[in-house]
């Protein structure tokens, strides 16, 4: 028997009431994966958490507020039964099935639409709105078909068709054609980017404003199925590529992304061949060894071969012209071997490690003490060999429950020593990071799963690399300002490690050299929104060993403060400014310095000025000698009291400065208001934007102490303060603002550039 059934699944199918973020999980913690406009159609699949409905929308599966979402009551259309046809031979091939029930789909859609416009139409009325009424009919019946309608074909000669092959699901997804009419035309045209070989989403970094502009424009509207033709800018499509595989790394949805990438390699043809291979190298990390078998059986439905670096499934990809050591061999000298080892690494593409520098260091220790593990087993007559097998019997057995000498244990056994690569490359990132103060390192817990796994590889192999990081990372290279640059971007509280770093190694006698490495620091941080703090914090420290030092370093910083969002007009401290100002005179003087500067931002001529301060002032004296000479004669005593005269001395009692009377007045109005750094269409109090901005300026990151402090200080809490901000900008970027994060408060910095009004 030939059955059709037609259900719309009603009691799912929802409306949206805003516009809201389809995220990978229930929360908005969750990433992104794609925006669904107010007003538009989801099957919700599960209701499993009362807050968050997961849903199905345009092929992709997510998650979506409950409160946004309103129930869509849809009368379904009649069942249509087909008519009765002959069995399909139990000896035809699956070819046969497909073709056969393909075209009684479209038969039997011939028939709904038949048998839907005879039922309705009424037999009295003229032949134009006969006409009319079936061309609307069509189109309502369609929408139907394509949106809420499931369809299932059974050619089983048995009532229970549940297991049979030859049944074809029409879900009511939809599917795009590669054709170049399904490509949309960018209105404004694709911003030019000439061709490079894209090695992560990093890259984008390069990339100019209106280059990054388009991409988010281009990534928004792919994950909602709408593909732009890219001119030939392939950059784009290889970018987002990277980005697809980054996310994946967070939602660890394989399906998901399997799906995106199908969707790219289809309209972008020169990604195909890379998209599933990478894919599986992730999945590969991950141990999703069920998932890599699907995927490559799939390929191999497909005629595409890949061949794995950590599997002995037959699948090769020309996409190690993309990998580490191919894309170092040159630069770095290196061999086939070495070459081979770095593209079977898959954890190597971050905003790190695309620093020029940082990687190359990467690859250098990684080998340094590659080498040095083998002549140290090779004095016990082991090898890096003999110590993995240990290791990867305890992993495979014990975490991914294989039997010892089955198929997977052997396959995934005998490629295990990329696993110890990978951990080992990892340990001389993080050691890096750690020398550079970056933070962010990697649980070795992705790699190596199994806790008795990991203990065995500290014993066998992090022991000594611990000890051989500490040695050769003392004689790393020094970096150059242009990768110092690059660091302080990436991490805006660097310069903190810094500054205790040349507090640490003052020497009294040299406070110049203090001074030249902290305008250094502060060159190497030009980007950074934290650099005018860098200056105050050094002029407070130096201010006990040299005044001048000190008054320079606090030009500085007023130099900063003029130039960022906010003007904070820091004072020193009374104690500070006693120490530095001996009389009157000279606070009044760098008072005019510091005025001057601010009118003609002038910081070289406040710098020469302050210099001046405590030059001696000598006093003028005209003197008549002839005069002199006949006082002399006259009075002997004239020339002691002459002495008296021109001798320097401190000024009179009521000039002197007093500790109560210390006072430096910085006066300056800034027309822009504090709180008209922030866009319109939040409301934030003085209190809420001040906070904001102080962490905006400590590097995005403050101690939870310091902002404590700083909320006593304007008689409030400091939960309370970062959950009321949080609130408040919350319907806006629809996620957490500030998350508090062991010892600190932490600024998304993402989110607070688009909180300002610039």
Sequence with gaps: MLTVAITLNAADLYQ??????????????????????????????????????????????????????????VEPPKVVESPQVEPVPEESNSTMYFIIGAVIVIIIMGFALSGRKKSITPTNTNTNSKQKSEKELKEELKKHILNNIKITVSTSNSTNSSKDDSIIDVTGESYNINSSGNLNKYNTGVPKWAHQYVYSYSELLSATNEQKKFYDVFKINFLNGIYFDLEGNTNYAFILLFDLLDEYEIHKDSFQTEKLLNNLGQFYPKIKSYAMPFLIKKMQAKGDIEGVERLSRQENKNQTVYQSQNTNSAYSFDGDYWGLGTKNKTKLNLTDPEVK?????????????????????IIKLFFSILKELKDRFKISNSTIEEQTAIIAEIELTKHYKFRKNSSNYNSQASNFVTTIYQTIYKLCENSLRDYFFVGRKTDLKWYIHSDDALNEFNNRFNMHIQELLSKNLAALADTDDKTEIELNGYNKGRWKNKLEKLKTNFNEKEHFVFYKNITELGNQNKKNPSIENIFFKASKFIAKFSNETSLKLYVHYVHYDLISDTFDNKQLTKTIQKSLFKNAEQLKEFETIIGQLIKDKNLDTALKCVSNIYITKRKTIQLDTTKIKEVQEQHSGTVELLNEYLKDEIEAESSTVKTEEINLNINYNKETS?????????????????????????????????????????????????????????????????????????????????????
């Design 674 to 758: 504090l709180s008209s750094i922030f866009i319109k269409e939040i409301t934030l109090t003085a209190i809420q934007s001040d906070a904001l901005i102080l962490l905006g300026k400590n590097g995005f990151s403050i101690s939870i102490q310091d902002f404590d402090a700083f909320a006593k200080s304007n008689g409030a809490f400091k939960n309370s303060l970062i959950e009321s901000i949080n609130e408040t900008c919350f319907e806006f970027i629809d996620d957490v603002l500030i998350e508090e994060e062991e010892e600190n408060f932490n600024l998304n910095e993402t989110y607070y550039q688009k909180l300002l009004t610039k």
């Design 341 to 361: 080892i770095l593209n079977s690494l898959i954890d190597t593409n971050n905003r790190f490690n695309s620093i020029d520098f940082c990687s190359a260091q």
């Design 16 to 73: 949206t009431t805003a516009d809201l973020n389809l995220r990978s999980g229930p929360g908005s913690k969750y990433n992104s994966i794609g925006i669904v406009k107010n007003g538009e159609n989801v099957s919700v699949l599960e209701k499993d958490n009362s807050l968050w409905f997961k849903v199905e929308y345009k092929g992709k599966n997510g998650f979506l507020s409950s409160k946004f979402l309103t129930l869509v009551v």
